[in-house]
């Protein structure tokens, strides 16, 4: 059971959100950590950290030091050094041999604007820089590292053509803010620290200037990339594998909203027969809070969930007709009814079901009609008796492989009427308890074997989040990530 707290926070968002004639198909809500986390996972899995070097080790590095140096000496930054001035001519006649020996990307960072009207994520870069320079008071091998920010800002916007609000890269950049350079060596016992402190300085302050624009565009690309699968992954549309294309659904528009990212969906569900049914999303506002500490939680509306139910469970005629399946229930059909012994098949024939969702509580209600035959009954036979019954169970939510699967369980007959009889007259409340016992046994197995395929939901299976709850609201259910959970699988 999950604690009151949960249950009241669900209550309070299926309330909000069932203003109006209709609510969406799901709202789906992700915290900046969850993207986080599933972002830099994409990254890693897809950066090949040696492919990356050598893609930057090919960047003209030592010509536009070379070239900076010449401009910045030109600015008089080392006159005025007694005796130096052919050292300064050596280092910058004979300078440089750059390489780049490391490239490490950091834990990246999400965050929303201020005002809500984009993304930031923002890469850092560890670079270690490794500069050959002939003169000997400097040392043959100068060891730089370059820390810096790659920046990719992800802007909600519509669409011009479908009109769904969507997500799309905005630009990519460094932010010089953030940009510092280090000195791997220790230097500081030279006799010429004074002067080496100048030409590090001008070395460094051309490397400010340069090197960044330079990663930049190496980096943005690829960075835009990853970014891009992401964001593809987002807003991509589901088709259940499961079921063929029974269940479509696609997200419809976007929201950065008190801290998280909000997604509407909108699908349709092909129905028993070939009748699709399209689910569009309302209008209704997002603005119920994410349920507090998770790093994801989704609320999918009862009309979507009871249509699914419908769809998987269409109506379906099957008969009991070996001697161990019905020896025992006529029996027990014939201390209510004598004539009943003769009873040789009984026919099971079950309606399309319906949701029925309190707080805390999923039941599914099912029409169904029991038919007994002295033989194996043909399209022209008439039944010995028929029995119509509404049918109520209770219905355990869970959540695996991307999907939500139902256990129907506890089943009980909420009403029972008899339709017809040639073998005598009788009391159908007596006939609760075996036809009880006859459909827990018939009908309930056959039921969980296909509910037990899953009901697709979006999102889950392709953010591989794991450790899914389910909790039941009056008017949807709610699936989310605990507090304090694992969000997302290795």
């Known amino acids: 059971m999950l604690p009151f707290l949960s249950l009241f926070i669900l209550g309070s968002l299926l309330t909000q959100n069932a203003q109006g004639n209709s609510q969406p198909l799901a709202i789906a809500r ?9 972002t830099l996972r994409v990254i890693s899995r897809q950066m090949d950290p040696r492919a990356l070097k050598d893609r930057l080790q090919s960047l003209p590095l030592e010509e536009t030091v070379k070239e900076g140096l010449r401009q910045g000496n ?12 052919g050292l300064v001519n050596n280092v910058l006649g004979n300078i440089l041999k750059i390489k780049i020996n490391k490239i490490t990307l950091l834990d990246l960072q999400i965050k929303l604007h201020k005002h809500e009207t984009k993304i930031i994520v923002t890469i850092p870069a560890d670079i270690e820089l490794e500069v050959r320079c002939p003169l000997s008071l400097l040392g043959s091998i100068l060891r730089l590292k370059l820390y810096l920010d790659i920046q990719v800002g992800v802007r909600v916007v519509k669409d011009p053509l479908t009109g769904h609000i969507k997500l799309t890269i905005e630009n990519c950049h460094n932010n010089p803010g953030h940009l510092r350079i280090t000195l791997l060596n220790d230097y500081k016992k030279n006799p010429l620290v004074h002067f080496l402190n100048r030409t590090l300085r001008l070395v460094t302050d051309v490397l400010e200037k340069t090197v960044p624009n330079l990663l930049q565009k190496q980096l943005c690309p690829l960075l835009n990339g990853l970014v891009q699968n992401v964001l593809d992954l987002l807003q991509g549309s589901l088709s259940s594998q499961v079921h063929g294309e029974m269940f479509q ?18 699908g349709q569900i092909q129905m028993p027969g070939g009748q699709i049914v399209t689910l569009p999303p309302d209008s209704v506002p997002i603005s119920a809070k994410p349920l507090e500490g998770s790093p994801m939680n989704m609320i999918l509306s009862g009309k979507y969930v009871a249509l699914a139910l419908r769809a998987l469970l269409p109506p379906r005629v099957f008969n009991l007709g070996r001697q161990n399946e019905v020896a025992a229930f006529r029996s027990q059909i014939a201390a209510v009814i004598p004539k009943a012994s003769n009873i040789r098949v009984l026919q099971i024939a079950s309606g399309l079901p319906s949701l029925s969702l309190a707080v805390g509580k999923v039941e599914v209600w099912q029409p169904v009609e029991i038919r007994a035959f002295a033989e194996h009954p043909t399209e022209a036979d008439r039944p010995l008796l028929t029995i119509r019954v509404t049918l109520a169970l209770l219905a355990h939510p869970s959540i695996a ?51 037990a395929e899953g009901i697709p939901i979006p999102l889950v299976q392709q953010l591989g989040l794991n450790s899914l709850r389910v909790s039941a609201g009056k008017d949807g259910l709610l699936v989310f990530v605990p507090p304090n959970g694992v969000p997302v699988s290795a």
């Open 249 to 266: 659904l696609a997200p419809e528009s976007f929201r950065l909203h008190d801290g998280s990212l909000n997604l509407v969906y909108e």
């Open 401 to 451: 492989d991307g999907k939500m699967m139902f256990t129907l369980h506890r089943p009980r007959i909420a009403s029972l009427v008899p339709v017809s009889s040639s073998i005598g007259n009788f009391d159908g409340q007596l006939l609760t308890g075996v036809m009880t016992r006859l459909l827990s046994a018939s009908l309930l197995p056959h039921q969980n074997k296909i509910l």
């Open 30 to 38: 992700l915290s900046p950590e969850l993207l986080q986390h599933y």
């Open 74 to 85: 030109g600015g008089g930054l080392l006159t005025g050094l007694p005796l130096v001035g």
